[in-house]
């Protein structure tokens, strides 16, 4: 019997690639709807911008992929889909509420908090890999969703948590 041939940090990194790019293209349908049901000019924008920097990133993704020789290929995971339909209840359960707006920031953070793991383990991974231009690449966006989470804490902070509490 052939010993089954043992998976590298080659293999993981791939395999996270593949991960992080299924959920930039579900995160991508979710914020079209996100910016449809917000209820603040404010909220709207900035789903709305998201959108556009997440078309990007997708893009910086499909470079990491030529790098490898590959195409561009997603593998379906649970832990976004299962963060995204937490958002989808909040839409449904929350429309017309004034807290509607704080509960979306609130989804949309927990998407971004998972994409900073993802891509600061991808980062690392590359870094270890010595792949130079993907750790740029991947920094990059690393770098965008940081940026976002704290765009989405002030949000929260300055007005949609308040308007939530005082409904």
């Known amino acids: 019997m052939a010993k089954k041939q043992e998976k590298t940090l080659e293999d993981l990194f791939e395999d996270g690639l593949k991960d992080v790019y299924f959920a930039e293209k579900k995160i991508l349908q979710a914020l079209k709807k996100m910016a449809k049901a917000a209820e ?15 078309e990007i990133q997708i893009d910086r993704l499909e470079q990491v992929f030529e790098l490898l020789e590959q195409k561009p290929k997603g593998k379906n995971c649970p832990a976004i889909l299962g963060i995204i339909e937490e958002g989808e209840e909040i839409m ?30 991808l ?11 993907a750790v740029k ?31």
């Open 40 to 54: 603040s000019e404010e909220s709207v924008t900035a789903f709305e911008n998201h959108y556009a920097e997440t």
């Open 92 to 121: 449904k359960e929350y429309k017309g509420s004034s807290a509607l707006d704080a509960g979306l920031i609130a989804a949309a953070q927990a998407v971004e908090h998972y994409e900073i793991t993802r891509y600061g383990a």
């Open 123 to 133: 980062k690392a991974w590359a870094k270890e890999l010595g792949m130079k231009e």
């Open 137 to 167: 690449l991947l920094d990059e966006t690393l770098s965008e969703e940081i940026k976002t989470d704290k765009l989405l804490t002030t949000m929260a902070e300055g007005q949609a948590n308040q308007r939530a509490e005082a409904a």
